[in-house]
């Protein structure tokens, strides 16, 4: 089940701060884990390589830390709906830490905090603080402090 933070519009963001949604389980696969690789050119072996990858320090092949983060729009973007917004605009991170490696075929999801809302002359920006668990982990995949602008329709 996944938990949805719903407000009206951009400037009821305010009213959100502090609240905490989840979403559902992403199986990260070793397939996508390829595309990645190849998308980015970067095919080190702990990516792509299960054999040595078995032997290596994490037992299988891992996704690539940016990989795990590319998939935030996946994993998050549906945690916050707002009412009133003409687009929504990536406005970068404040933070970033990969904590912990995500092996292939293990399942992933977001949680999301709204750590605070500003209003500017574009919109609201708002910061959340985005975790991604590893299904079974006790450590996150990675924890982020992500910004992004709600510009209001009309």
């Not at 390829?34 to 980015?40: G, K, L, S, Y």
Request: aromatic share 6%.
């Amino acid at each position: 089940m996944t938990d949805v933070i719903t407000v009206d519009a951009p400037a009821d963001l305010a009213d959100a701060v502090g609240r905490t949604a989840t979403g559902e389980w992403f199986e990260v696969t070793q397939e996508r884990i390829a595309a990645f690789a190849d998308a980015t050119e970067d095919h080190q072996w702990i990516h792509l390589d299960a054999e040595r990858a078995a032997a290596g320090p994490f037992g299988s092949t891992i996704a690539h830390g940016y990989l795990t983060l590319s998939l935030l729009p996946r994993l998050a973007s549906s945690l916050v709906e707002v009412g009133g917004v003409a687009m929504v605009m990536n406005y970068g991170m404040d933070r970033l830490r990969f904590l912990s490696p995500v092996p292939s075929g293990a399942r992933v999801r977001a949680v999301t905090e709204i750590l605070s809302a500003e209003p500017t002359t574009a919109g609201v920006r708002l910061a959340s603080k985005v975790t991604v668990e590893i299904e079974g982990s006790e450590k996150p995949a990675l924890v982020a402090h992500a910004l992004s602008l709600y510009v209001p329709a009309g």
